[in-house]
Antibody, heavy 121, light 113 residues
Framework: QVHLVQSGTEVKKPGASVKVSCKAS????????MHWVRQAPGQGLEWMGQ????????NFAQKFQGRVTMTRDTSISTAYMEMSRLRSDDTAVYYC??????????????WGQGTKVTVSS | DIVMTQSPDSLAVSLGERATISCKSS????????????LGWYQQKPGQPPKLLIY???TRESGVPDRFSGSGSGTDFTLTISSLQAEDVAVYYC?????????FGQGTKLQIK
């Protein structure tokens, strides 16, 4: 069965960077795009971007361009999301979510458990 | 960006009764080449990641009870819970995956009356 296991809670100061990992198992890692979605406390869901684990190609929401990097290590079936120049409004739970196989199938049947990132001085 | 607007923001329904949530998109989610609507529905309970209920606007995900159904096309979509159960208390989100940035509705909080 498919599992996505994320790294643990992070507490960072404004201006710092954070790197969240998402280890996949139960399927061929390179066969499905990985997406990242965040949720601020008490708020809705916000799509951040996606990575093709096979090619490494990425696509980001414009608001995260230049501040977010998505990478992967296919040898350990792990995707990473790194955000720099953190601000207090980046405080959120960050999720990785696996898309469907076919092109255009960007719904998410599988999610990581979430990584809470708190940005506070 | 495509804006997704859900209504109502919150909803209280008696056990066994029908619950209906609306989702409207700022542009059509119907892709003419395959006649599919690029719309999904999720359920989220406190402290948990979202759970996929419906994709392609009306296809129920495996394992989802058949009291959940999705309908609609173009810009207007509906999630219906035919007979509300206690375990259905949650926040429900629609999501468009027609074009990036993929966007979600603001959520509808469903409670028991």
């Amino acid at each position: 069965q498919v599992h996505l296991v994320q790294s643990g809670t992070e507490v960072k100061k404004p201006g710092a960077s954070v790197k969240v990992s998402c280890k996949a198992s139960g399927y061929t890692f390179t066969g499905y795009d990985m997406h990242w979605v965040r949720q601020a406390p008490g708020q809705g869901l916000e799509w951040m971007g996606q990575i093709n684990p096979n090619s490494g190609d990425t696509n980001f929401a414009q608001k995260f361009q230049g501040r977010v990097t998505m990478t992967r290590d296919t040898s350990i079936s792990t995707a990473y999301m790194e955000m720099s120049r953190l601000r207090s409004d980046d405080t959120a739970v960050y999720y990785c979510a696996r898309a469907g196989r076919a092109v255009g199938s960007s719904w998410y049947a599988y999610w990581g458990q979430g990584t809470k990132v708190t940005v506070s001085s | 960006d495509i804006v997704m607007t859900q209504s109502p923001d919150s909803l209280a329904v008696s056990l066994g009764e029908r619950a209906t949530i609306s989702c409207k998109s700022s542009q059509s989610l119907l892709y003419s080449s395959n006649n599919k609507n690029y719309l999904g529905w999720y359920q989220q309970k406190p402290g948990q990641p979202p759970k996929l209920l419906i994709y392609w606007a009306s296809t129920r995900e495996s394992g989802v009870p058949d009291r959940f159904s999705g309908s609609g096309s173009g810009t207007d979509f509906t999630l219906t819970i035919s007979s509300l159960q206690a375990e259905d208390v949650a926040v429900y989100y629609c999501q468009q995956y027609y074009s990036t940035p993929y966007t979600f509705g603001q959520g509808t909080k469903l409670q028991i009356k």
